[in-house]
């Protein structure tokens, strides 16, 4: 099996919680235990603690047929043998899995496949298999849909369609579409020494049979195996995934698409900086003059706010549970990029990133239960109960709520991507057990924490009034402006993205992503930054919400981009796809949002901070 690349970190606060977190991991990778073979069990233990396979001659590699879908579906995906190919002589046996398999719609069972270590095997029968009308009916509609099968060989995958669409033309008539079922596969096996190295999987398209009939017919499958030696090592045996992740000229011009990209958003970001620098200078220089001649002027500008821009926004309970999560998601990016820097994740397995953010949202709940309490106290806020209740639910209950539906759309089409129902359980008692108590001791230490909110100037009893602003200083237009800058710094890599998480595409390039990520959170910051200083120039005080609105809107730059490319840039239909794309989609530009948000609203707080304690106000 796959060595699980979700990390657990022991929380500092409770011994405890590291115990029951292990206790969650291991029933996690035995969920679907109930249904596996007891046979693979001794290997697969074996296997997990060596953490690679040495085998001798003649040594049987066992072949693990996974699942099959339509090509530009990508989580639309089903059990392989929910067709009916060959089985083995003793049913189904399922391997078992870890929970990063489980999550990523894996659903591994032994083929019959016979493939012996350093043996070639030439036009082998596999078995001859009778199938019914509904069978064929079955089979073409694969065909039709360009459906693909998986395979996993010494934890390798490999693909392959299950056949092929031709069009026959014929003088004076329509054109005819023929479907073909390949029957026989050929795999080709680098080794080195005694380890399996590299696999390759091709059909043979002479060896097929027509199903275009509407009948019942018997098939006979074959397969054929060819061993080859290697000088690859096996610490390298997944570079080759990697490698065709981007091919070298598009991996260059990738490159300098981001270099690209950079400079030109460090140049903007150098331009504006220096503008609002000079700006705040003369304003610096105009509100430390001496009293003589402030006396004979009015004040104007956001030295005028100085008496409200400190006075805590309307919903604060809210508010302060926006700002803790979305801290919590900041962090629990900057954990999983840190696994990702050091190669914990294999390419191809997306369920792996999965079960780490699942895992690292866990521990991390400590910091949203204190970043939200301290905040609420440090508004004035009372009930922290209710707050650290909110907090707890934010993320989790709307994701919660898609995963549910988007769980039972799965289930009705019979798919790998609907989970388990011990995995569920096993997910809820981490949110039981480890996130919500994690939330509460966070809670409770922020709402004991000594640090007061200190303003440097007073705020006035009775709010001033805003003046009347013209239409693109009001929220909706401020948020679009905010959002373009930095989605432009991230617009090349969104594509890239896409086409791993929704595609067939391998991402690998982490170091890239870093950058653009930290590139992203720099923007962000300095675009609220740029907004707050012109909202409190036009003497508007209201500046608390606002900062997280136009801080997370990027995010809703992203979902609208998840629009185009649905669209215009893949082949995805069917409502069980569309649900899923536009479903987690949704969630993930949520989370995205109160990362952004809180970002956005800390480096707006530093700033004004900043410049109001370097002036001095009655």
């Known amino acids: 099996d796959r060595v699980m690349t979700s990390r657990a970190v022991k929380p500092s606060s409770s011994r405890a919680f590291a115990v029951v977190l292990c206790v969650l991991v291991a029933l ?28 001798s001659t003649n040594d049987e590699v066992v072949l693990y047929a996974n699942k099959v879908g339509p090509f530009h579906n990508p989580s639309e995906t089903y059990q392989y043998y929910d067709f009916p190919f060959c089985r083995t002589p003793e049913g189904v046996k399922h391997k078992l899995e870890d929970l990063g398999e489980v999550l990523g719609g894996d659903r591994l069972a032994r083929s019959p496949y016979v493939i012996p270590f350093r043996v070639d095997r030439e036009n082998v029968d596999l078995c001859t298999q009778f199938l019914e009308r509904k069978e064929v009916q079955k089979f073409r ?12 060989f010494d934890d390798l995958p490999i693909w392959g369609f299950i056949g092929k669409v031709e069009k026959i033309m014929r003088p004076g008539a329509e054109a005819e579409n023929k479907y073909f079922l390949f029957t026989h596969v050929h795999f080709e096996i680098s080794y080195n020494d005694d380890q399996v190295i590299e696999i390759n999987l091709s059909t043979d398209p002479l060896k097929t049979i027509d199903i275009t009939a509407d009948e019942s017919m018997s098939v006979r499958f074959s397969y054929s195996v060819h061993w080859k030696p290697t000088t690859i090592t096996y610490a390298n045996r997944m570079e080759k995934y990697s490698r065709y992740s981007f091919l070298p000229e598009h991996l260059e011009i990738h490159w300098f698409s981001i270099i690209n990209s950079c400079v030109t958003v460090v140049l903007m970001m150098g331009f504006l900086a220096s503008i609002l620098l000079r700006v705040l200078k003369n304003d610096f220089v105009k509100f ?5 001649m402030l006396e004979s002027q009015e004040e104007s500008g956001w030295k005028y706010v100085h008496g409200d821009v400190f006075r805590f926004p309307r919903g604060r309970s809210l508010f302060a549970a926006i700002i803790g999560t979305g801290t919590q998601l900041f962090f629990l990016v900057l954990f999983v990029f840190m696994l990702a820097l050091i190669g914990a994740f294999y390419p191809y397995n997306m369920g792996a990133v999965t079960a780490s953010c699942l895992v690292m949202y866990a521990l ?28 707890c639910v934010l993320f989790c209950g709307p994701l919660g709520l898609m995963f549910s539906f988007l769980n039972t759309v799965a289930i009705a089409y019979r798919s790998t991507a609907a989970l388990p129902f011990g995995t569920i359980v096993i997910i809820i008692l981490l949110w039981a057990i480890v996130t919500i108590p994690l939330t509460i001791i966070g809670g409770i230490a ?7 909110f200190n303003a440097p100037v007073r705020t006035t009893k009775y709010p001033r009034e805003i003046p009347v602003l013209p239409w693109y200083r009001s929220t909706i237009p401020q948020m679009c402006l905010a959002s373009f800058l930095p989605f432009s710094a991230i617009y090349i890599e969104l594509f890239y993205i896409f086409a791993s998480v929704w595609g067939h595409k391998v991402y690998t390039i982490y170091s890239v992503l870093f950058i653009v990520f930290v590139i992203l959170v720099l923007v962000t910051a300095f675009m609220t930054v740029s907004l707050t200083y012109f909202q409190l120039t036009a003497e508007d005080h209201e500046w608390w919400w606002r900062s997280v609105l136009c801080g997370g809107s990027t ?38 949002f109160l990362l952004l948000g809180a970002v956005g609203h800390k480096a707006s707080l530093l700033f004004v901070r900043h410049i109001y304690r370097a002036i001095k106000c009655d």
């Open 141 to 152: 509609s694969a065909v039709r849909n360009d459906y693909y099968f998986q395979m996993s």
């Open 288 to 292: 430390s003059q001496d009293e003589e």
């Open 446 to 452: 922020g709402k004991n924490a000594k640090s007061e």
């Open 555 to 592: 995010a809703i730059a992203i979902f609208g981009y998840s629009f185009y490319y649905f669209h215009l840039r893949s082949d995805m239909n069917g409502f069980m796809q569309t649900s899923y794309f536009f479903g987690y989609m949704g969630v993930i530009c949520y989370g995205w």
């Open 364 to 391: 991390t709940a400590g910091i949203a239960g204190y970043v939200s309490s301290n905040t609420y106290r440090q508004m004035g806020g009372e009930n922290w109960v209710r707050n650290v209740l909110l907090t």
């Open 28 to 55: 996690a990778t035995r969920a679907r235990g109930a249904i596996q073979s007891q046979e693979d069990a001794p290997t697969t233990t074996l296997r997990r603690l060596l953490g690679k396979s040495h085998y």
